[in-house]
Structures are given as C-alpha cells and as structure tokens.
C-alpha cells in the first residue's frame, strides 16, 4: 500500500491561506483516489476533501466548499489542499490518505501537519 506523507500546515490568522501537500512516499499513487481529512482536539477525524484517481473529480465537506481546493499532479505523485479563508474552526492536525472519503480507513495514517488558526 503507498505511504503519504503531509507538509505545509503553520499558524496563520484568520482569513489567511495554506497550501497543504501529500507526497508518496517510496512509490508512485498509482491509481489511488486521495483524501484530506482534520481532527481537532478532543474531537474524531472527519473527511474534508477529496479527489479521485480517474478523472479528478473532487468532494468536499459542506463547511469548506467555496474556500479549499483539492487537486492533484499525478506526474509529481503530489496531491495539494489549497485552503483560502481559514477560520478558528478549520484548526486541527490534517492527513491524507488513500480513499476518497473514510476517515476510519483501515491504513497507517501518518503524522499529520498542524494548521492553527488564530482569531
């Protein structure tokens, strides 16, 4: 199965923007679909966006619709969140994984990038 690992979170305040990546690590994606997916303190992780292998067809929770972007440049094994308008509530560690949509995949999660929002 293919490792991916997250970069790019940081602080940032409150309607200020971050671009999160998720490489491959050791092998290509293949023909994975990718999600992101946040957990904040005290709360379980839960699905933000995601993008499919075939023809990159994109989802995204209803709370960041209109503000992050996925996409994905399968020649650079590299899936990107772009996150613009970032608020208090979007703070939390974020992770990729390969499946569209299941925060409770049965996969060895990486460690995750923190994005702190601050108000």
């Keep these: ?7 790019g979170g940081g602080l940032v305040q409150a ?10 690590s050791g092998r290509t994606f293949g023909r994975y679909s990718v999600g992101w997916f946040r957990q904040a303190p005290g709360k379980e992780r839960e699905f933000v ?4 292998w075939s023809d990159a067809h994109t989802y995204y929770t209803d709370s960041v619709k209109g503000r992050f972007t996925i996409s994905r440049d399968n020649a650079k094994n590299t899936v990107y969140l772009q996150m613009n308008s970032l608020e208090p509530g979007d703070t939390g560690v ?13 996969y060895s999660w990486g460690q995750g990038t923190q994005v702190t929002v601050s108000s």
């Design 94 to 106: 974020y992770y990729c994984a390969p499946t569209i949509s299941d925060p409770k995949y049965d």
């Design 49 to 52: 966006a995601g993008i499919t």
């Design 1 to 7: 199965q293919v490792q991916l690992v997250e970069s």
């Design 15 to 24: 309607g200020g923007s971050l671009r999160l990546s998720c490489a491959a």
